[in-house]
């Protein structure tokens, strides 16, 4: 019939283009699988026990020390001149400024007064010595008794005198060294109180200039070590030497007392003065030196943690000599091993690490991490100039 004809071809023809699609998609899947990307394996992630520190790289070097104190100029020596008795001034043979040699007179407090009393015990001294020659002439008709009692007057009489003399010889006051009269505040004629300070006499030249050094700093003095010394009224530095340290320190500033010695041919520097003295100690040469805050006491002694294959090593340290606030390693490490410097209080022997940095210790008692690292630029940083001259 007319109305079946144009039916079959269709149904052929959908058949065919069935077997087509399914050919097409059996090719598309055998693509698929042949250019399917090899599986990754998942990326190592550290511990999450692991601790973040940060860790330095030793080696020795020379501990340095500087110092820079304020210090106050005075006499290499420095005594206030007194009259022990006191009395009436008699004579006054310096002035105030004057240089004096040692012995020198400077006052006369009684002397004349003291002068008759040695006369007079001199005198006693006479008359004890003829009695008693008197009484050995009459040895045996004497009695015992009586020749002791003349050889005691002798003996009572000479230590009078020699007090005598002694009093007189204080009542000239003369200069116990070399030096420039400071102070003298008595005139002629004058009663001095018995011990009443009357001259000051400083010794300029050398000069000595006194600080206080705190307990950190001065166990590395030492005396004779080379000091600097400024003042506001000269700022060239004048060499001097250190010529004693104190053995005990002050009680209410627990700080100790440093003397430095210079010359002082010109009185450039005068008592009283306020100088800037700076001292570098040189360490014994190199050594290692650690912070003291790198190091961890336990109750057996002191220590470090070295990093070593991605764990923390206990390491006891034999500690030596102190630099302020570093320390001398006498024993227990080697040059170029890691320490643990930061987080190293929270570590436990074995304990895994994850360094964030490492560096070199120690530079001015200080780890030098070095420059900063470059990180990756974001899409969101400006190129830099090369990339952006780039074509």
Known sequence: MSTNGPTAPARSTGKGLAFLLLL???????????????????????????????TATIAPTAGTLRIQLPGEVKGSRDA??????????????????????????????????????VAQARVEVASAERELERAERLRGSISDQQLDAAQARVDAARAALQTANVAASRAVIR??????????????????????????????????????VPDRDVVALREGMTAYVRTSADATP??????????????????????VELPNPTRALLPGMIALVEITAEGAG?????????????????GVFVHEDGVARWRPVEVGGVLRDQVVVAGGLRSGEEIVVTGHRELADGDPLLVGRRGRCCVDARVDFGPP????????????DALAAAP
Do not use: K, W, Y
Not at 85 to 103: K, P, Q, W, Y
Not at 239 to 257: C, N, P, S
Not at 286 to 302: A, K, M, Y
């Open 175 to 212: 200069a116990p060294f070399a030096g420039t009269i400071a102070a003298l505040d008595v005139e002629r004629g004058e009663v001095a109180a018995p011990g009443a300070p009357l001259v000051r006499l400083v010794q300029l030249d050398p000069i000595l200039v006194s600080l206080s």
């Open 80 to 117: 206030m001149l007194a009259a022990a008795l006191g009395g009436f001034i008699e004579a006054v043979s310096a002035r105030e400024g004057e240089d004096v040699r040692n012995g020198a007179v400077l006052l006369r407090v009684d002397a004349a007064s003291h002068g008759a009393r």
């Open 238 to 259: 004048r060499e001097g030497r250190i010529r004693h340290i104190g053995r005990t320190a002050d009680l209410q500033t627990r700080a100790f007392t440093v003397e």
């Open 373 to 384: 690292q470059r990180t990756a630029q974001t899409p969101s940083e400006p190129a830099s």
């Open 286 to 302: 190199e050594q290692l030196l650690l912070p003291s805050d790198f190091l961890v006491t336990r109750i057996d002694g002191n």
């Open 24 to 54: 097409a998609l059996g090719a598309c899947g055998e693509a698929q699988a042949g250019s399917a990307p090899p599986t990754r394996a998942p990326a190592e992630v550290p511990s999450a026990r692991a601790i973040r520190v940060e």
